[in-house]
Each structure stands twice: as C-alpha cells, then as structure tokens.
C-alpha cells in the first residue's frame, strides 16, 4: 500500500460546484496532515492544516477520519482559479521530520 | 510575506558534472528539507536537516547527494556527479517546526542534465 494515496481525476466540475477530494495513508502513526495546492510547473503552496476536529478556511473544508486513515477535501462555490493539482501531505512524525506527498488530484473548473 | 529563495532557477549541466543548488529559507524557521519532483510525477521527499544535522534521508539520496548550511542563511544541495535521472525539480522548504506546520517551498531550481 502506498504511504499517501489519491485519486489522481481528474475532476472536471462547472464553476460554483462543490468538489470533494479524499487521501489515505498507509501510517496509523501519522502526527500532521495537510492539503497543497500546486499550480503547473510551481512550487506547493500551503491550502490548510488538517485537524481531527475538521476544520474550514472560507469555501474550503478540511476533515481527518483517523480510524479509516483518511483525510478530505471540500471545496465549495468552486471559481475557475481553483484549477490546480491539489496534494495530500502526511508527517509520519517521527524523529526526522518527513512529510510525504501524494501524487495529487487534478482539478479543472470550467466557466 | 517571508518567502524561501532559491537559486538559479533553471540549471543545465553535463552528465558528470557536480552542481550546487542553493536555497535561503526563512529566517526564523528551523527545520529545512530537500525535495524533487520528476517531471509528471509526485514531490518525493529527499532530504531533512535540523540543528545543522540530517535528520533523515530518503533513499534517493545516496552518496551523491550532500546537503550543507554554510552559513546562517544559505542552504546548499549538491550533487557530485549527476546522471541523466537527477534532471527534476528540486524544491527547498523550511518550517517553524517539526510536525505541526506546514512547510514553505521556494519556487524551484530546474535540473536539466544532457
């Protein structure tokens, strides 16, 4: 099994839909969770910290589910600059502080 | 907004060749780590490096590879001899803190090796 798994789409919705993205990971031991956004050929940006209790940043929601390892996206009243490949990250939490990425799902809103 | 820089953007080298991929994280952070992205395929994680140690590495990162803070600013990545494969995108990130925050990547360096 993969360390971050996720559905790679991509996910072609119309301009003010709602959009959801779910992400697995491999390690019940995983201490911080994250959503990036990454634009083509740029750098990840930080969207939001994920935390057990979910949590929300204006049209962005963000749950943990540690029992099923899962954590999700939710993107609503979706704008045509949400187009981008959005990426699970993981922190294992261990000593060496690595975050692990996954491949990323592509979403494409269109007018 | 503090911003991770690095240099040069965009790197051509021979296969063989050693190349010095520099980063300057932001001033207050602490922790500072190494990632590649091959074209088309996921950021994989290379390198980590707290209080002027590795804290650990990834299997890609083998004895070609060496990471180094010179200074109190600069954060360097080298690669000895590089092959065909290194060719990616080689981004630096710093973060306040081990697990808690997330990271903050610089805009890239793009190795391209002939």
């Known amino acids: 099994r993969k360390e971050v798994e996720q559905d790679p789409g991509p996910f072609n919705v119309p301009e003010g839909a709602t959009v959801a993205f779910n992400c697995t990971y491999s390690n019940s031991a995983s201490q911080s969770f994250f959503w990036y956004r990454q634009d083509c050929r740029k750098e990840p940006k930080l969207l939001m910290s994920?935390?057990?209790s979910g949590n929300e940043d204006g049209r962005f929601t963000a749950q943990l589910n540690r029992a099923s390892q899962y954590i999700s996206l939710l993107i609503r009243d979706s704008k045509l600059s949400d187009s981008a490949t959005y990426l699970c990250?993981?922190?294992?939490?261990?000593?060496?502080?690595?975050?692990?990425f996954g491949a990323g799902t592509r979403l494409f809103v269109k007018a | 907004e503090p911003e991770v820089t690095q240099t040069p953007s965009h790197q051509v080298t021979q296969m063989g060749q050693e190349v010095i991929l520099r980063c300057v994280p932001i001033s207050n952070h602490l922790y500072f780590y190494w990632y590649r992205q091959i074209l088309g395929q996921k950021v994989e994680f290379l390198v980590s490096f707290y209080n002027n140690e590795i804290s650990e590495k990834s299997e890609i990162f083998d004895d070609q590879f060496s990471v180094e803070r010179p200074d109190g600013s600069n954060f360097t990545l080298k690669i000895r001899s590089t092959k065909l494969e290194d060719s990616a995108m080689y981004f630096c990130?710093?973060?306040?803190?081990?697990?808690?925050?997330?990271?903050?990547f610089g805009s890239g360096t793009r190795l391209t090796v002939v």
């Open positions: 990250a993981v922190n294992l939490g261990t000593g060496g502080f690595k975050t692990i």
């Open positions: 994920v935390y057990s």
């Open positions: 990130a710093s973060s306040e803190a081990e697990t808690n925050y997330g990271y903050t």
